[in-house]
Structure formats: structure tokens, C-alpha cells
């Protein structure tokens, strides 16, 4: 039988732009760039009868020459360097970033003499449009050096950086609150290396306050640790993408309260609180909270909520697992007030329903570590993640994070419920189980006012 003939290669070609060898040029190194017709498949080069012309010429110090002295336009240029650059080492359109000078009051001639410095200096590789064989003008820079860039435009900043991010690393290392050691895994981490002193100090401060379980309003902390009462509302959102809400460890728009709802009396000096006199709940100072002389919750014992929307439910009846106890919104992670609650309800179960999340289960862990003989989840097992109805998909950092709590600590409690998290690639909100309630598999109604 013949041998099958395979079918011959026909080559296409795409433009590609194709570099020369460096070469000395005076005080600098150049090289040039040509566009080539190249095949994709075979790498074979479509032939020419004449040398193609030069398209591009990068440019480069051969020997650097001394740093350039500072001034205010060189410390703009240097910092809109820094803005514009990827990072990545991937060149900066000059046309854009002349523009961006120009509107700010720095005219273009100044801004090319400081790139030409920089250039000297061995800080950017300039690249040349080149026209007729020679170069006509630069195009494109790139930012070879950026920590000379940085400390021109911010002289002393990486030194501060540096200074900050080591003491908050100490600051953080023994810490032991879920959030807190999240915290101090992004201060270990290598994208730490580039965070502004402030951003690093208010990392380990907020670290600290999850520690502590403080609650503070967000300008009299940004005051106290950030010398600014505005400074953590200018870094808020940056903060929490890498670590989630603040308000989940303390950080609050006002004063500190504590909402407590459902069925079992306070005792304080002043006197004897029935909760049932307080439809359909009753929020309290941290202060007051602290110094209660003691509470005498009912037989069904406490159950601690994550959300005000699931907390209001509970106390309305809405929630099956919640009838006739002494129902706590924990507010995100729980603080003193709460820890000081489920503490002093001895001899009670303590249930804690939070969402179906890391975060939902960190707390979960938190508030059983305070009663650990008589707390339990609740709605939060395996089997809970397939009930909801309603999912939101996980995020890659929240993967990530899941991944990474499995690694460290595989048996801990819940820890099935994380492993049934990241096989769905979703979690669930406590609010996905509230209109139709669901209890032991079966969907029940809310009750209705005046309802049992």
C-alpha cells in the first residue's frame, strides 16, 4: 500500500517587528527595528528584493551618567513616569504623556530635556520613529529604572516604605483574629514591596483593631493611627479589595451598637430588661453592653447573626432556628460586646448563622472559639450550598483564599462546607434563604404577625 503524501506547507506571512543587534552609537547603544513579513506556522521570512527600511530605533545609555539633581519638573516627570508605567516593561506612549504634563502646567520642551536626563542616566530607553532612513522623533519611552525614578519624585519614600512595612510585619506576626492573620499574609507578601507607607500603616493598624474587637467610627480611627481623619477614606476602597468591607471588623460610620432581639432579660444596675418589651429589637452601647451585671438568656440559648437583614428576620419569627432565643447581630466579625455576651451566657447553646462564604465560616469559627462545648453552625453545612437558590460566583482572590485556608487548615470546623464552596465555584449570602425559609430540606413561610 502506498505511504500517504502529507500535504505541502503554504506559507502566509504577518507583519512582525524584528530587532538588530545592539550597536554603539556615540554615548549610547541603539538597535533597530523592521517590520518582516514572517510565516506563523514555519517562522520562514518572505524574501525581498531591496532591504526593508527601518521602522523603529530604541536608544540607550552605553555608560550612565550621574543622576540628575531634582526640581519640581523633574519630580513631575518622574511621577508621571511612574503613573503611566505598566510595569510590565512595556513601552509608554510620549505623545500621551507630554499631553498629561503639558495640561499641569509643564510645557512639553521642559518635559523632553528631563527624558533626555533620565535617558542619560540609564533610568529610560527612548524609542525613535524612524522616516527616509533616519530618526524623526521619540515615540514611545520605557522605564528602565523605576526605583530611581521613585526616590527622585518622592526623595526618602522607599526608605520610609521599607521602615513601615518592617514594623508592621512584627506589629501583625502573633496576631491571632482570622482577619488579622489575612492581614499579615498581604504584608508578607511580595506586592507589599510597593504599597505607600500610609497604606502599610493602616493595614497593620486595622489588624490590630480586628485583634482587639474594637468598633471605631472611621474618621476618629483614621485620626488616631493615620494622623489624618480623612486618610482611611481616601484608601478605602483600595483596602477593600484585598481584604474585604471594613465595617466587617469595626470600622463604622458612627458610634458602636450592639442589637440584641428575640426572648431573655438584661441585668444592669439600673435595672431589669425584658427583650420582649422591646419589639422587634434593642440596640445597645458597647459601653452598656460591657457592663452589664449579667443576662439570663432562654432555654433555646443564643443565636448569633452576621447581617442586619437576617438578624431583623430572626427576630421577627421569620427564621425557624431562631424561635425563642436571644438573637445577637454580630455586625461582620464580632467585637468585645458580642464576645462578652455569648461568654456570659453559660449553660445555653450558642448557635452562629453567618453566610456561606470564607469570611461566613471565619466567624462561625471565631464565636464558637468562645463557647466551644456548646456552639454549633447553623445552615451552613455542605448540603446548605446546594439548597440555595440563589448564588453569587466566587472571585479568583476569593478562590485563592479558600485554596489557601484548606492548605493551612484542613480540619478545622466547616471545613467540608469551604471544599463544597470551591467545587460549586459560588457562595451564598444569608439573605438567599429568607422569604422561604427552609428547614430540614422542607420550605416553610414566614410567619405572620401574631402568628406562633
Known amino acids: 500500500m502506498a505511504e500517504s503524501v502529507p500535504p505541502r506547507h503554504v506559507c502566509y506571512y504577518q507583519a512582525r517587528l524584528v530587532w538588530s543587534e545592539w550597536a554603539a552609537a556615540g554615548d549610547f547603544v541603539e538597535r533597530i527595528g523592521r517590520r518582516l513579513p514572517t510565516c506563523p506556522v514555519c517562522g520562514r521570512e518572505r524574501t525581498a528584493q531591496y532591504p526593508r527600511p527601518p521602522m523603529r530605533r530604541e536608544l540607550r545609555a552605553a555608560v550612565a551618567a550621574a543622576p540628575p539633581l531634582s526640581d519640581p519638573a523633574g519630580r513631575a516627570v518622574a511621577d508621571a513616569l511612574l503613573r503611566r508605567d505598566p510595569g510590565t516593561g512595556e513601552p509608554i506612549l510620549l505623545r500621551g504623556l507630554l499631553g498629561d504634563l503639558s495640561r499641569h502646567g509643564l510645557p512639553a520642551s521642559l518635559s523632553e530635556e528631563w527624558i533626555e536626563r533620565f535617558l542619560r542616566a540609564g533610568w529610560l530607553a527612548t524609542i525613535w520613529k524612524m522616516a527616509a532612513g533616519s530618526p524623526r522623533f521619540v515615540l514611545e519611552v520605557k522605564v528602565l529604572d523605576r526605583e530611581a525614578l521613585r526616590e527622585l519624585s518622592r526623595p526618602g519614600d522607599d526608605a520610609r516604605r521599607q521602615g513601615a512595612l518592617l514594623q508592621a510585619r512584627a506589629r501583625t506576626a502573633l496576631l491571632a483574629h482570622p482577619k488579622a492573620r489575612e492581614i499579615a499574609a498581604l504584608l508578607e507578601g511580595g506586592d507589599a514591596?510597593?504599597?505607600?507607607?500610609?497604606?502599610?500603616?493602616?493595614?497593620?493598624?486595622?489588624?490590630?483593631?480586628?485583634?482587639?474587637g474594637d468598633t471605631f467610627a472611621?474618621?476618629?480611627?483614621?485620626?488616631?493611627?493615620?494622623?489624618?481623619?480623612?486618610?482611611?477614606?481616601?484608601?478605602r476602597g483600595r483596602i477593600e479589595r484585598q481584604?474585604?468591607?471594613?465595617?466587617?471588623?469595626?470600622?463604622?460610620?458612627?458610634?458602636s451598637t450592639t442589637l440584641l432581639g428575640g426572648m431573655g432579660t438584661l441585668r444592669l444596675s439600673t435595672g431589669v430588661f425584658d427583650l420582649r418589651s422591646f419589639p422587634p429589637f434593642l440596640g445597645l452601647a458597647r459601653e452598656t453592653v460591657e457592663s452589664l451585671e449579667g443576662i439570663d438568656p432562654p432555654a433555646a440559648g443564643l443565636f448569633v447573626v452576621e447581617n442586619l437583614?437576617?438578624?431583623?428576620?430572626?427576630?421577627?419569627g421569620e427564621v425557624a432556628g431562631a424561635r425563642g432565643c436571644l438573637v445577637i447581630?454580630?455586625?461582620?466579625?464580632?467585637?468585645?460586646?458580642?464576645?462578652?455576651?455569648?461568654?456570659?451566657?453559660?449553660?445555653?447553646?450558642?448557635?452562629?448563622?453567618?453566610?456561606?462564604?470564607?469570611?461566613?465560616?471565619?466567624?462561625?469559627?471565631?464565636?464558637?472559639?468562645?463557647?466551644?462545648?456548646?456552639a454549633a453552625a447553623y445552615r451552613m453545612a455542605p448540603g446548605d450550598v446546594r439548597l440555595a437558590a440563589v448564588r453569587r460566583p466566587l472571585s479568583p482572590r476569593s478562590v485563592l483564599a479558600l485554596r489557601r485556608e484548606l492548605d493551612e487548615r484542613p480540619e478545622e470546623p466547616l471545613a467540608d462546607t469551604l471544599r463544597a464552596l470551591l467545587d460549586a465555584g459560588f457562595w451564598v449570602e444569608q439573605e438567599a434563604f429568607l422569604g422561604n425559609c427552609v428547614q430540614g430540606g422542607e420550605r416553610r413561610r414566614p410567619l405572620l404577625p401574631g402568628e406562633v
Open 193 to 212: 514591596e510597593r504599597f505607600p507607607p500610609v497604606l502599610v500603616e493602616a493595614l497593620a493598624s486595622l489588624a490590630e483593631l480586628a485583634e482587639s
Open 218 to 235: 472611621e474618621r476618629v480611627f483614621s485620626a488616631r493611627h493615620l494622623g489624618h481623619s480623612k486618610a482611611l477614606g481616601a484608601l
Open 243 to 255: 481584604i474585604g468591607p471594613l465595617a466587617e471588623i469595626g470600622i463604622r460610620e458612627g458610634a
Open 309 to 316: 437583614a437576617a438578624f431583623e428576620a430572626c427576630c421577627r
Open 329 to 374: 447581630w454580630s455586625a461582620g466579625y464580632p467585637g468585645r460586646a458580642v464576645r462578652r455576651l455569648v461568654e456570659r451566657a453559660r449553660g445555653v447553646p450558642v448557635r452562629v448563622w453567618a453566610d456561606l462564604d470564607l469570611d461566613g465560616v471565619r466567624i462561625a469559627r471565631l464565636v464558637s472559639s468562645w463557647a466551644p462545648e456548646k
